[in-house]
């Protein structure tokens, strides 16, 4: 009888300890979520190359082929060095004012094999910093679609490198980071629609304005060389995608689930709209305007993808097939500038339409981490939306105008007349894309 009541007075005792214990207890990794996160990363990874490289380098004159390849490359190069010495400090670390973060991580100190409860509880700290390091990778490479053929190697170098540092971390910051101030707002960016295309997309408006207009430009033909090439880097785009959007809700799980079907969804969507619409206007339709429709309807869902029914994205993505195109076919011409890939007529516009979207179609039903939108009945996400917009957009713009103009004072943009005419392959890297 004695035994008895000192055991049940032991349990008494000793089961609020054990509760405070598993209440202590630190975050247990998942091996399910930590294999999709990496193997999303290889998918994002993909992306840029070969992925972007092939898009891009299709798209542009057979002189110049090597030389927008190269672009990519080094850049995934340059900012997986980057990233590990500072960038991912500077994005992710502990907060300073809200508006970046601080260099407590240089180098990945502290970010080893343990997770990390404020980014993601179930996977290696690692896994989130590699995973996030290949976004920082692509956003470079999407500008420069916009100064392709014309810009000076060993600047684009410098341009690169200053840009990711002084646009792309601080964004990040503000949108991902714990304490950043738009996260804090509550303004909603589930994959980078706000961090990766409206940064990329404005600074390469800016950066088409500033450089000028490519040497014969409307008074020349300059097709595309190779149309396959760019249709392949499109189908890798689209398949790395899903690690960029899916991969997103870091973890095998039915957000994933969902993210997945609406991205592949929207990009079906944009890619028969654009083609629509470019039969209607021109007469016949083309594979490079599916290709076009395609990569417009994946940049617009990525900030939507882990917060909308699939309905939603049909129309997201009809919507940005159309607003694209029109940015591309009637904007650009009507304002003269040369956006030689539609950098920003694609990324900047579709992720622009993508996060107001997200501001209209956004359920709580889908992702209880999120919000409802407009048409929930809540307005004030949608209020939220425009303001990430307009600080995103608006501080990309200033600084990147800044690194061009002290570039170009310094040690020059564009290449010479000559070296432009001869093409950047033989002017910049003494190749040649294709021996004939």
Known sequence: MITKILSILFAVLVMPLSALAADA??????????????????????????????FYGGMVRRKNVLGTIMQSFVIL????????????SLSFGPDNWGLIGGLEWMGLAGVGGAPNA??????????????????????PALITGAFAERMKFSSFLIFTILWTTLVYDPVAHWVWGVGGWLRTLGALDFAGGTVVHISSGVSALVTAIVLGKRKGYMAEIMAPHNLPTTVLGAGLLWFGWFGF?????????????????????????AGLSWLLAEWVHRGKPTVLGLASGVVAGLVAITP?????????????????????????SFMKPLLKYDDSLDAFGIHGVGGIWGAIATGLFASVAINSAGADGLFYGNSA??????????????????????????????????????????????SQHSESGYTM
């Open 118 to 139: 404020d980014y993601a509880a179930t996977i290696p700290h690692q896994a989130f910093m590699i995973f996030q390091m290949m976004f920082a990778v692509i956003t």
């Open 77 to 88: 190069c340059i900012i997986s060095i980057q990233w590990v010495l500072f960038g991912y």
């Open 304 to 328: 939507a993808a882990g917060f909308v029914t699939p309905v939603a994205s049909i129309i997201l993505g009809l919507c940005a097939g159309v607003i694209c195109y029109i940015s591309v």
């Open 381 to 426: 996400l949608l209020w939220k939306q425009l303001i990430a917009i307009v600080a995103s957009a608006g501080y990309s713009a200033i600084v990147t105008f800044i690194l061009l103009k002290l570039i170009d004072w310094s040690m020059g943009l564009r290449v010479s007349k000559e070296d432009e005419i001869l093409g950047l392959d033989l």
């Open 245 to 269: 959007n899916a991969g997103s809700s870091l973890g095998a799980n039915g957000l994933a689930a969902s993210a997945f079907v609406v991205t592949n969804t929207a990009a079906a969507a």
């Open 25 to 54: 207890a630190p975050p247990q990794i998942d091996t399910g979520d930590t294999a999709w996160v990496l193997i999303s990363t290889a998918f994002v990874l993909l992306m840029t190359a070969p992925g972007l490289a092939l």
